[in-house]
């Protein structure tokens, strides 16, 4: 019997998203004409976090619910427990290109999701003689949609969209989001106007397209696949019922000692995962006492075993070092 889950935590690229079934009737959106398929390139810092994320059972499962449901997945848990982390290999492994991200302050607002409107060079181009005919003719050219606003953009495939550390945001930010996640849509004031002066096509450009733009018809942004959204939270702060009944909730624990070594073996040199087990013992046991994240781990073992070629005792190294380098990755 083939596996109900799409996302499977192999690491491996495969089109398994195209066994996705049909959404329910009040979770499927008709934006369009689709645009066609983005060819962008990873970082290669995304790729290799992508490629070694080890995905626990109980988190492939709740992953598949998000995608099977079109619901945003908010993923809490500790720092350094690989949040962000799940979000790049989801779209690794899926095929749904790189990650837009959209890192949230006590500042954010919905309106920074979704898209900015350069009002001030508009104004000087207007002021320019040169320049002001094409001003006030193609708006677009000062518009540029967020990473929200580019994720909604009708797709045949969803893009994957990162909103990290949601509970760092300002206390309204959950419940505006409530209904863009429920419409799958959002309008941009300036292009209905334009579009009400039969301007109702109008090129933007978007969060990682570059100048190439897209078009957006009469200043409405409506999504065909809903973009798989993962909200992260290092469990701040409490967030509104009504924002928590619209998301798959999945909280992840830190690592155990099984599954440090897993990571261990799959980020590290065999030789550093072969001599690994004592001084992951250790760290889990200052970890229960302070804030030490995974990566502490990984960076301490990888500096002793380069360290230790140089003639020091490896163990010694290791005991010294470890809580005492900063996380490389969230």
Same mark, same amino acid.
């Given at each position: 019997?083939?596996?109900?889950?799409?996302?499977?935590?192999?690491?491996? $690229?495969?089109?398994?998203?195209?066994?996705?079934?049909?959404?329910?009737?009040?979770?499927?959106?008709?934006?369009?004409?689709?645009?066609?398929?983005? %060819?962008?390139?990873?970082? +290669?810092?995304?790729?290799? *976090? !992508?490629?070694? /994320?080890?995905?626990? +059972?109980?988190?492939?499962?709740?992953?598949? !619910?998000?995608?099977?449901?079109? *619901?945003?997945?908010?993923?809490?848990? #500790? +720092?350094?427990?690989? #949040?962000?982390?799940?979000?790049? %290999?989801?779209?690794?492994?899926?095929?749904?290109?790189?990650?837009?991200?959209?890192?949230?302050?006590?500042?954010?607002?919905?309106?920074?999701?979704? /898209?900015?409107?350069?009002?001030?060079?508009?104004?000087?181009?207007?002021?320019?003689? #040169?320049?002001?005919?094409?001003? &006030?003719?193609?708006?677009?050219? /000062?518009?540029?949609?967020?990473?929200?606003?580019?994720?909604?953009?009708?797709?045949?495939?969803?893009?994957?969209?990162?909103?990290?550390?949601?509970? #760092?945001?300002?206390?309204?930010?959950?419940?505006?989001?409530?209904?863009?996640?429920? @419409?799958? &849509?959002?309008?941009? $004031?300036?292009?209905?106007?334009?579009?009400?002066? @039969?301007?109702?096509?109008?090129?933007?450009?978007?969060?990682?397209?570059?100048?190439?733009?897209?078009?957006?018809?009469?200043?409405?942004?409506?999504?065909?696949?809903?973009?798989?959204?993962?909200?992260?939270?290092?469990?701040?702060?409490?967030?509104?019922?009504?924002?928590?009944? *619209?998301?798959?909730?999945?909280?992840? $624990?830190?690592?155990?000692?099984?599954?440090?070594?897993?990571?261990?073996?799959?980020?590290?040199?065999? &030789?550093?995962?072969? &001599?690994?087990?004592?001084?992951?013992?250790?760290?889990?046991?200052?970890?229960?006492?302070?804030?030490?994240?995974?990566? =502490?781990?990984?960076?301490?073992?990888?500096?002793?075993? =380069?360290?230790?070629?140089?003639?020091?005792?490896? @163990?010694?190294?290791?005991?010294?070092?470890?809580?005492?380098?900063?996380?490389? %990755? $969230?």
């Amino acid at each position: 019997m083939t596996d109900w889950r799409i996302f499977q935590g192999t690491n491996t $690229p495969h089109d398994g998203i195209s066994r996705l079934p049909p959404p329910q009737a009040w979770r499927a959106f008709d934006g369009g004409p689709p645009i066609a398929a983005e %060819a962008i390139e990873w970082s +290669p810092v995304d790729l290799v *976090r !992508a490629m070694f /994320y080890q995905a626990a +059972p109980e988190i492939l499962d709740l992953v598949n !619910a998000a995608l099977y449901l079109r *619901r945003p997945l908010l993923v809490s848990g #500790k +720092p350094g427990v690989g #949040k962000s982390s799940l979000a790049l %290999a989801i779209a690794h492994e899926l095929g749904l290109g790189p990650v837009l991200r959209w890192p949230i302050t006590s500042r954010t607002t919905l309106k920074d999701g979704l /898209y900015t409107y350069d009002a001030i060079r508009r104004l000087h181009d207007v002021s320019t003689a #040169k320049q002001q005919q094409d001003a &006030e003719t193609d708006i677009g050219r /000062y518009i540029t949609l967020g990473p929200l606003g580019t994720a909604l953009l009708p797709r045949e495939r969803p893009r994957v969209l990162l909103i990290d550390e949601i509970d #760092k945001s300002d206390i309204d930010l959950p419940n505006d989001l409530l209904n863009v996640f429920e @419409e799958g &849509e959002f309008t941009i $004031p300036e292009l209905e106007r334009a579009a009400r002066g @039969e301007q109702a096509d109008v090129s933007v450009s978007t969060a990682d397209r570059g100048p190439e733009g897209v078009v957006v018809h009469s200043g409405r942004v409506r999504c065909r696949a809903f973009p798989f959204v993962v909200l992260t939270s290092n469990q701040e702060r409490e967030f509104p019922p009504a924002f928590l009944r *619209r998301c798959v909730h999945l909280q992840i $624990p830190p690592p155990d000692h099984d599954e440090l070594m897993r990571i261990v073996e799959a980020r590290l040199d065999p &030789e550093i995962s072969a &001599e690994a087990a004592a001084l992951v013992t250790t760290f889990l046991r200052r970890r229960d006492a302070s804030d030490l994240a995974t990566d =502490h781990l990984l960076n301490a073992l990888y500096l002793t075993f =380069h360290a230790a070629r140089g003639g020091g005792d490896r @163990e010694q190294l290791a005991q010294q070092l470890l809580g005492h380098l900063p996380p490389t %990755a $969230p």
